[in-house]
């Protein structure tokens, strides 16, 4: 494998300023159509900015050190804003302990996969290599939080709003394993289709970012070309691997060992991070509303003062 990139383009906060100028492009035409997105764009974008201007900190401070330890905390802090991003984020519906469970998918996916696909796959000795090893870890946690959202999401939408199916098979002698095995294939296919068709129409109709960066770093054509199959090929691993973990997980969890459903173990509402956010703004809002209407009553009070005394001194 070719040496890490060279840094060939320079790039400041103006050029940043430049490419933000398209959100604004897309936010406007959201406004005027009045699509609803607008303001998701913007506070998208701004949260990306300072995401990738924090992480940029950190991992240069890293890549520095050249250490071990720093590598494996970074890999799992990774994983773990992963698994935040997944439960909290992105589900609709949660169940008992999703965050470890989630976790223990991510950790057991992400970890074995990229050491092994960088130490032999991509014959980087050590494999740990800051420059090369953050970077492939962060890739395969975006494409395991994908396919755990959308596997956990299906299930959970079976089990909770279209459980009769499986109640039926329950109902009939079938063992838990049995009765949910569809609804874990049909997850599983809907968690792997987009790593499917973008592997599918990369190269093609698509040339990824992984590809591009390598060949603007100076790496040759055809080892960016190289370095991209090996990579997709360790994202669909990592996210089949998540996805499964995930879901059979999910399964024992709201189907019990007495093969009864469990729906009471699903919690429909807001994340309670969401909730805490939200119990906040009304308790400031309603602090606001009373302060201005004690405002309001002050200046009432001292209006009617100031009538009275001046008809005292007419009269």
Known sequence: ???????????????????????????????????????????????????????????????????????????????LLGTIEAVVNKSKKR????????????????????????????????????EQYIPIVGMLCGGTISGIVVSVSYVLQEIYDNRDKVEMYLAFGASRFEACRPVAREALRLALTPTINQMSVIGIIAIPGMMTGAILGGSSVQQAARLQMVIMFMISASTALASIITTVTTLAVVVDGEDRLRPDRVDVREHPVWRARNWLFSRAVGGVKHAVQSCRGLRRKDGQNGAAETERLLG
């Open 1 to 79: 494998m070719d040496g890490p990139p060279t840094d060939s383009t320079h790039l400041n906060w103006g050029n940043v300023g430049l490419g933000f100028s398209f959100i604004i492009f897309n936010a406007l035409i959201s406004t005027s159509l009045q699509l609803g997105v607008g303001s998701s764009l913007l506070s998208a974008a701004i949260r990306c900015v300072v995401q990738l201007g924090l992480v940029a900190l950190v991992l240069q401070k890293v890549f520095e050190t050249n250490n071990i330890w720093a590598v494996a905390s970074i890999a799992c802090l990774l994983n």
């Open 95 to 130: 169940y008992n302990h999703m965050f470890s469970a989630v976790l223990f998918g991510m950790l057991c996916s992400t970890i074995p996969v990229s050491v092994i696909g960088i130490r032999f796959a991509m014959a980087i000795e050590p494999f740990w290599k800051p």
